[in-house]
C-alpha cells in the first residue's frame, strides 16, 4: 500500500478506546431516530401545532439523514476523516442544544434538519474507523461492539423519551445529546486519527451527482414518510413524489456510472459478497423497523398499555441483542460467519411466527420471550453480516462502502415502516369486512352479542334506544378488535416468510479471509 508524501503514520491507541469514542457519537445519532416518537404529542400541545404537523420533526430529520448518509465516503476524503467526525459531532450537540430551545414548531423542523444533516455522517465514519482500528481477524468483535448501538439504541429510544418527557419535559430528548456529545468531540481529537492513505484524489465536486442523490433520497423519504397518512397514489403530492425519486434515481445511477470522480462509488457493487450483504441488510432493516413499529401499536391500541409501558415492554429485544452481540462477536472467528446469517434468519423468522401465535388475551410474558429470543437471533444475523459483507472491501474504499451500507439499511426500515402500517390498515379493513359479514339477524351467537350488551347498558341505567344503539357499537368494537388482532398476526408472519425467503442467498456470499487477512494488511 503506497503512503501518502507527508502524511505521517497514525500514533497506535488501543482500538477499544477507539470504539468507545466513536461509539458515543453512533449511539446518539441512532437514539435520536426514535426517541422523539412518544414525545409528539406533547411537542404538538407545547407548541400550538396539531398532532400531524408535529410529525415533521419526525420526518425532517429522516430526510436530511438519508441525503447526506451516502457523501459519507467522498466528504471523509475531501476533508478528512476526523475533521469530518468532529464537525458532525460538534453540528450534532448544537442542534440538539437548538432544538431543546425551539420557541416554535418551524425553528424546531429546521434544527432538526440541521441535527439529521450533521448526524448522517456518524454511522458510516465509526463504522469505517472501527473496522479499520481492528485486524481483520477481529473485526468481528468490532462489529459486535457497533451493532449494539446500531440494534439497542432504536428500542431504547421510545423508552428513554417517554421517561424524559414524562419526568421532566420533552425538551430535556434533546438536551440528553449535550453531555454525550461534548464526551464523544473530546475522545474523537484525542484518539481517532485518518489513516495515512486516506488522501483527496481530485478538487472536483461532482455537483450533479450529489444533486441528483439528494433529488431522489429526499422524495422518497418524504414520500415513505407521508404516504399511509395522505392515502399514497390517490394523492397527486406522493405520486409526484415517487414519479420524481424514480427519474432521479435513474439519472443518478447513470450520472455516477459514468463520472470520472463519483461522489458515491457504485463499482463496490461489484464485489458479489457486498453487494448481496447490502440486499440483506436492506431486508434486514425493513423487517426490523416494520416490526418494532408494529409492536408498540398493537399493545396501546388492543392491550391497553400506556405509552411509556408499551416503551418498557419493549425493552427485552434490546436485553437479547446487549446479551447476544458481544457473545457472537467473540464466536465469529471460530465459525463460518455464513452459517450465523442464515441461523440468524431461521431464529429471526420463527420469533415473528411466534409473535403471530398472538391474541387478544396475551399476558406480558407472551410479548417478552418472543423479543427476548428475537433480540439473540438478531444478534446472529447483524453482526456476522455485517463482517461478511464488508471483508472483501478494501480499506481505501471502505468508507464509501459502509456509507452505502448504512443508507440501505436506513431505506430499508424506511420502507418497512410504510409498507407495515399500510398492509396493517387494508388487512383490518379486510377482516373488518369478513367478521362483520357474520354480524346478522340469523346468527344466533350475534343475537346473543347483542342481547346480552343491551341487557348490560340497560342494567346501567340507559334508556331502551340508548342501550340499543350502544349494544350495536360494542359489539361492531369487539369485530374491530378481533380484526385487527388478525391483521397483525398476518403482518407479522408476512415478516416471517420474508426472512426464510432470504436463506438462499447467504449462499451467494464468500467466506471471510479471518485470520489469513491480517497478513495481507
Known amino acids: ?5 507527508g502524511r505521517p503514520e497514525p500514533p497506535h491507541v488501543n482500538p477499544w478506546i477507539v470504539a468507545v469514542a466513536v461509539m458515543f457519537a453512533t449511539f446518539m445519532e441512532v437514539l435520536d431516530t426514535t426517541v422523539v416518537n412518544v414525545s409528539l404529542p406533547h411537542i404538538a400541545g407545547n407548541l400550538s401545532a396539531s398532532i400531524d404537523e408535529s410529525t415533521w420533526v419526525l420526518t425532517s430529520y429522516l430526510v436530511a439523514n438519508a441525503i447526506v448518509l451516502p457523501l459519507t465516503g467522498w466528504l471523509a476524503r475531501h476533508f478528512g476523516r476526523k475533521r469530518l467526525l468532529m464537525t458532525s459531532v460538534t453540528g450534532f450537540t ?7 430551545i425551539a420557541p416554535n414548531l418551524p425553528l424546531l423542523v429546521f434544527f432538526r434538519i440541521l441535527q439529521g444533516a450533521t448526524g448522517g455522517a456518524m454511522q458510516p465514519l465509526s463504522q469505517a474507523v472501527l473496522l479499520e482500528a481492528f485486524p481483520p481477524h477481529e473485526r468481528g468483535k468490532a462489529m459486535g461492539f457497533w451493532g449494539l448501538g446500531i440494534v439497542v439504541a432504536p428500542i431504547l429510544g421510545p423508552v428513554l ?18 453531555p454525550v456529545g461534548i464526551v464523544s468531540l473530546i475522545m474523537t481529537k484525542l484518539y481517532v486519527f485518518d489513516p495515512a492513505y486516506l488522501r483527496k ?5 461532482d455537483y450533479w451527482g450529489i444533486g441528483l442523490l439528494a433529488l431522489w433520497v429526499g422524495t422518497l423519504q418524504l414520500a415513505l414518510d407521508l404516504g399511509q397518512e395522505r392515502d399514497w397514489f390517490s394523492s397527486p403530492f406522493i405520486t409526484a413524489l415517487v414519479v420524481v425519486s424514480v427519474m432521479g434515481v435513474v439519472a443518478f445511477l447513470v450520472r455516477e456510472w459514468v463520472a470520472r470522480e463519483p461522489v458515491v ?10 453487494s448481496t450483504g447490502v440486499f440483506l441488510m436492506t431486508a434486514l432493516g425493513f423487517v426490523l423497523y416494520g416490526s418494532l413499529v408494529l409492536l408498540p401499536i398493537m399493545l396501546q391500541t388492543l392491550l391497553g398499555y400506556p405509552s411509556l409501558q408499551a416503551g418498557i415492554a419493549m425493552a427485552p429485544r434490546g436485553m437479547g441483542s446487549l446479551i447476544g452481540m ?5 464466536m465469529i472467528g471460530r465459525i463460518d460467519p455464513r452459517k450465523m446469517v442464515a441461523f440468524g434468519l431461521v431464529a429471526g423468522a420463527g420469533t415473528l411466527f411466534w409473535l403471530g401465535q398472538l391474541n387478544l388475551q396475551a399476558g406480558y410474558w407472551d410479548i417478552f420471550w418472543p423479543q ?13 453480516l455485517t463482517t461478511v459483507s464488508m471483508d472483501p472491501i478494501p480499506r481505501e474504499r471502505m468508507g464509501n462502502a459502509t456509507s452505502l451500507f448504512n443508507l440501505m439499511r436506513n431505506l430499508g426500515g424506511s420502507i418497512g415502516i410504510a409498507t407495515t402500517g399500510t398492509l396493517l390498515a387494508r388487512k383490518q379493513q379486510e377482516y373488518v369486512n369478513i367478521l362483520g359479514e357474520h354480524i346478522t339477524p340469523y346468527s344466533q351467537t350475534a343475537q346473543n352479542a347483542l342481547e346480552s350488551a343491551r341487557a348490560a347498558f340497560l342494567a346501567s341505567g340507559a334508556d331502551a334506544v340508548t342501550a340499543t344503539q350502544r349494544a350495536y357499537a ?6 374491530q378488535r378481533h380484526a385487527t388482532m388478525v391483521a397483525f398476526v398476518d403482518v407479522f408472519r408476512l415478516l416471517g416468510m420474508i426472512f426464510l425467503l432470504l436463506l438462499p442467498l447467504v449462499m451467494l456470499m464468500r467466506r471471510p479471509r479471518g485470520r489469513a487477512a491480517a497478513a495481507a494488511h
Do not use: H
Request: hydrophobic content about 50%; charged content about 15%; glycine content about 10%.
Open 1 to 5: 500500500m503506497s503512503e501518502v508524501p
Open 94 to 100: 448544537i442542534a440538539s442544544l437548538l432544538c431543546g
Open 161 to 178: 423519551g417517554g421517561w424524559l418527557t414524562d419526568t421532566y419535559s420533552w425538551r430535556w430528548v434533546f438536551y440528553i445529546n449535550l
Open 201 to 205: 484524489d481530485t478538487d472536483k465536486i
Open 265 to 274: 462509488d457504485l463499482r463496490v457493487f461489484k464485489v458479489r459478497t457486498y
Open 326 to 330: 458481544p457473545v457472537v462477536g467473540l
Open 372 to 384: 427476548f429470543c428475537q433480540g439473540l437471533g438478531l444478534s446472529a444475523l447483524f453482526v456476522p
Open 474 to 479: 360494542a359489539v361492531f368494537g369487539t369485530v
